[in-house]
């Protein structure tokens, strides 16, 4: 089969609609369908034998190193050699969609140069920046049938997916999940959310306390990050900052600056109601009737123009309204509905909008299945904890209506409510707030978290990065018999580091200790090798089949190139913060070594060293608050022969294992051997 002979849509990237695939872009609507309803009438027998360009959309990029630069300079003219982008492009691409914003296909996809006279958002013709992920971006080749020497030609507008590859939504902020400890359990309560299939008020007793919060009150709240990822969670299937539907989901995905004019973040509220349709006897807004009707709506099948859904938790025109009632704001007002103003308005839903919900997130009941069914009826791509409406436990609510349906297990929901729960019990402000407000929890029922038990607390470490041994006792402690798992890149990968902890750690006592590395692999750099997020990935199967007592992570390094800048911090921080949490999440204890020590010298004469620092900076800032013991190993490492001047002799790297196990391991070995 050649590309232009009998080109059929679905024929390379089969994109019906899968009932059992994980649903992946706005309003719970997958991308297989969202893109099937928006273009298919478009893809007919030899589509692309007309085509300049094709379009695709950018899902992973790398920075070169300075010398690729060079040669990629040397070999190809007019492009922009600093970043080399992944695109997925539908029409050509045998391998399929990706299945989540880790999935290790993504950077097996088309590798691609922008053109130099190519702008990315934010930036400008003399300085260009790197293009986003989730930016459509249009694709010429030199021989379109052969598909040789692609460029970027042009910038597009927003993805599909839009959301999906963004790596970590939403403010920053330390969070605790409700795993802790040398040997604990989940401190929270003690249901398992597998009996919610009858009526969850049979779970037990529920708050009649009806939070309300001020703007203000929630902004605090959010600043406060207990329900960051929480509201990632939920945001991972419904939508972006910018997305909009029309009635159903994925009839306009990527189209808001096509339908509107421009992105949603930059209108004020008001302007963002006046594109909205009639609802719910609400009317229609003043430009409703300029927002272009949908195929369905040109055929009737769905009612009135105008947008029905909006932003990152798609804000129907009902919800819409109550939110800015509830919270004070004019249907008039000129504030921005930008990203903060959204995880705000969010919080009004999370907390205020569905009570039962929001009493059990606030400590106030612990009847988790009427918490989850809550999710289920405000946000229609999460599943029913039990029956109702004529759907199943499982099932989205709202399952058979505009294309919705669910996107998660019923049991997953439970968990991230509970360690949402849990992680705003520990912010420090959580308890004044409740107190300030008057909320107690329901008689008869424990309204707060209860405290961790002894030893659950890991000590902090409180080293820094001229100290790179922790206090005695401030490492986990493991039982002979545990096993331990460690995760690392190059400087773990076959050497005599690892080999040399593993040997010792086993001698002492453990069952078995497992090595899990890969060369040129970090939290960021080719990452969809360890799929964090993803529970069929690497990382979580290993977690759950391995079942480790205890994670030593050696991870950071090769992060040192793309994640340094300061602008960077908070996705890096919400990145460790994701690894603590999956891992934590396993009823599994971490320990994490931040880069070791590098010698070489970039050709614009900066040490590579100050890089790996900003990295160092950005691990230990964030999992201080965790507290996870993190050990600076530059210290450890800078006096050792290198090889190259970023890798180590034979004999240097069992010096490094000498000297971990000597000093930041001494305590698991001690606690191995009694």
């Known amino acids: 089969m050649t590309l232009f002979k009998d080109q059929k849509w679905g024929m390379l990237d089969d994109l019906r609609p899968d009932e059992n695939a994980p649903v992946y872009s706005a309003a719970g609507t997958s991308p297989d369908q969202a893109i099937k309803i928006a273009d298919e009438a478009g893809y007919t027998p030899d589509i692309t034998k007309s085509l300049e360009k094709l379009n695709g959309w950018v899902l992973g990029s790398l920075r070169l190193p300075f010398h690729k630069r060079m040669m990629t300079k040397a070999l190809k003219d007019g492009v922009q050699a600093e970043w080399v982008y992944y695109v997925y492009i539908p029409e050509i691409e045998p391998r399929g969609r990706p299945q989540n914003p880790e999935d290790p296909k993504i950077f097996d996809y088309l590798e691609v140069y922008a053109a130099a006279n190519v702008v990315a958002p934010g930036s400008d013709s003399k300085s260009p920046k790197r293009i986003p992920n989730d930016t459509e971006v249009g694709v010429e080749f030199k021989d379109l049938e052969s598909l040789t020497d692609p460029v970027i030609v042009e910038i597009v507008g927003e993805s599909p997916f839009e ?23 989940y401190t929270g309560p003690t249901n398992t959310g597998t009996n919610c299939s009858e009526a969850g008020v049979k779970q037990g007793p529920i708050s009649k306390v009806k939070p309300r919060f001020s703007y203000n009150e929630l902004d605090l709240i959010r600043q406060g990050g207990a329900f960051d990822d929480l509201m990632t969670y939920i945001a991972s299937k419904e939508g972006g900052y910018n997305s909009v539907n029309r009635g159903d989901g994925g009839d306009s995905i990527g189209k808001t600056i096509e339908l509107l004019g421009k992105n949603l973040t930059s209108m004020t509220i008001s302007e963002v109601l006046s594109y909205m349709k009639a609802f719910k006897g609400k009317p229609a807004g003043s430009r409703a ?53 959204q995880e705000t308005m969010a919080l009004q839903l999370l907390l205020m909008q569905r009570p039962k919900l929001g009493s059990y997130l606030l400590g106030l009941h612990n009847n988790e299945c009427e918490a989850g069914q809550q999710v289920a009826k405000e946000w229609a791509s999460f599943p029913l904890q039990y029956a109702e409406a004529g759907n199943q436990r499982g099932q989205s609510r709202y399952a058979g209506t505009a294309n919705n349906r669910s996107g998660h297990p019923p049991e997953e ?8 729960r849990h992680s705003f019990a520990q912010w420090d402000r959580s308890k004044a707030l409740l107190a300030d407000k008057g909320y107690t929890a329901e008689p008869g029922t424990p309204g707060s978290e209860p405290a961790p038990s002894p030893g659950c607390d890991q000590a902090s470490n409180a080293s820094g990065p001229s100290a790179p041994t922790a206090r005695e006792g401030s490492a986990p402690r493991v039982s002979g018999g545990s096993r331990i798992l460690l995760i690392g890149d190059s400087q773990m990968a076959g050497t005599s580091l690892s080999q040399e902890i593993k040997r010792d750690l086993e001698k002492q006592g453990a069952q078995e200790v497992k090595i899990l590395a890969k060369p040129t692999r970090g939290l960021f750099v080719k990452a969809g090798f360890w799929s964090i997020e993803d529970s069929g990935g690497l990382v979580q199967t290993t977690l759950k089949n391995f079942k480790p007592n205890l994670v030593i992570v050696g991870l950071g390094g090769n992060d040192s190139y793309t994640m340094w800048h300061d602008n960077k911090r908070e996705i890096y921080e919400a990145r460790v913060r994701k690894w603590v949490n999956v891992i934590q999440g396993a009823s599994s204890q971490v320990i994490w070594l931040g880069p070791s020590h590098s010698s070489k010298i970039e050709p614009s004469g900066t040490p590579y060293d100050q890089f790996r620092q900003k990295i160092r900076e950005h691990q230990q800032g964030v999992l201080g608050g965790l507290s996870v013991p993190w050990y600076n190993m530059k210290n450890l490492t800078e006096d050792l022969e290198k090889s190259d001047g970023t890798h180590f002799t034979r004999s240097s790297y069992r010096q490094w294992a000498q000297r971990l196990l000597d000093g930041p391991l001494s305590g698991v070995r001690s606690s191995l051997s009694v």
Not at 166 to 180: D, E, F, T, V
Not at 323 to 339: D, E, P, Y
Request: hydrophobic share 30%.
């Open 289 to 341: 009737h300029l927002v272009a009707k949908s195929p369905r709506q040109l055929s009737g099948k769905t009612s009135g123009p105008g947008i029905m859904a909006v932003g990152k938790y798609q804000w129907v025109p009902s919800t819409y309204r109550e939110t800015l009632a509830a919270l004070g704001i004019n249907v008039n007002s000129n504030k921005q509905f930008n990203s903060t103003t």
């Open 413 to 420: 929901v439970i968990e991230k409510l509970r360690a949402a």
């Open 163 to 185: 959301g999906a590859a963004r790596k970590a939504g939403g403010p920053g902020g330390s969070s605790r999940n409700a795993y802790n400890g040398s040997d604990c359990q």
